[in-house]
């Protein structure tokens, strides 16, 4: 095959993975007056996770069976919502409620860990909307939803434009090699056609690629994170007259419904069917990918919303779980769902907390891992310089 090798590019850091962590790392890092690299191997920013998720800015509600968890579940979010405000919406109204079965919380201990955490839960005793056989308690709470797709559209706009940036996308690292002070890196493009071969060199590395994390930790010759990936589906409803309104029913047999953002849009996951697939290999390994398929390999992910072997949706399922806590006059219509790999860290078994953690795994030349909880946590990055 043959290779095309241009003249050697020169940055202070390479960020690898354009998605909201990353595009706030090269952002922040350029900001400094860095010269940054950003690779992504798809055609687009923001494909995966950043884009797929339930675009809930959590305040602590989730998880009622934990307080530090809830606790630093908010951590940056007053500064995220303040940055972010075009692209937040704050007028839904939000409910949480209880399951009369099955259920690890209660209403005591909920209302004190509202008490404790001083975010606002009123109890209402009368809806319309809800079916209270079958809710125990339900409440009116405060929650905002950020918009994945303006966030989209805001990043991926200031990383091309902003000077000291170089995005790169389509783009993948094909081999690492260190000295003391450097990286040596040759990049290829990731689609199809003659790859083109081009050598970057820095002394940082930061890797932001989520479900791939582990990959190209092991490109680069250090150790993995102790992850588990699951293929997860969101699902996008609409309803006449829950329009604009949320539900999370918690605390185990966890159902939710939220805005997305400002879209209009009502999105649908449930613990129990949202997660199609699990792999508790540090690679996201799944039986749905194939050798004979370059587009999606546990070394090298891909978009799973456009793979035709991505698992049959689960909407009805989930709609039919959430239906029981409503009124019969509510109905909801499933429209279409989208789907990604959601990593996790293996430790988050103990206490379901969703932490951004950031390692320097190797000091000479540095490389960084940022495995990325929550999108309000972006600022974690900062940590860094
Ligand atoms: C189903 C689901 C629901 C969620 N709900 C919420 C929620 O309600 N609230 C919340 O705050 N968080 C939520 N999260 C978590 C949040 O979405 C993630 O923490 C965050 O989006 C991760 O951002 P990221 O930039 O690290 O990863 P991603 O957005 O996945 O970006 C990683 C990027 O790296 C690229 N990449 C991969 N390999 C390579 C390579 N070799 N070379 C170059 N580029 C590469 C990928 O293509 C991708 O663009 C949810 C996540 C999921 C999956």
Redesign the pocket.
Known sequence: MTFYLRPMQRFDFVV???????CYAALYLAGKGARVAL????AR??????L?????L?SGYHYPRSIATAALSDEHKERFTAEHRRFVNFTFEKYYAIDRFGSFTDPLQFERFCRYLNIPCERIFEHNLFNFNRLEALYRTEEYSFDPVLLREFYSEKVEKTPGISVFKN???DSATADNKAWSLKIKNSGPGVPELRSLETATVIN?????TN??NRLFGVDDIALTHEI?E?AFIASPRFAAKGLTVMDGPFGSIMPYGLSGLLSLSSVAY?HHKISYDNLPRFDCQTADDPRCRPE?PGICTDCPRRPESNAYKMLAQMRQYFSESVRFQHLFSYY?I?SKLKASYIDDGRPTEISMLRAEPRFYCLF?????SIYEVEKIV
């Open positions: 690898i993975g354009g998605g909201i962590f990353g690779l992504e191997k798809e920013l923001f494909q995966k996770a950043s797929v998720n339930q675009a809930r959590h783009t993948i690292v932001a690629t989520y479900a791939a990959a190209v997860s969101i949202t090298a990604t959601k990325a909880g929550k999108i309000n």
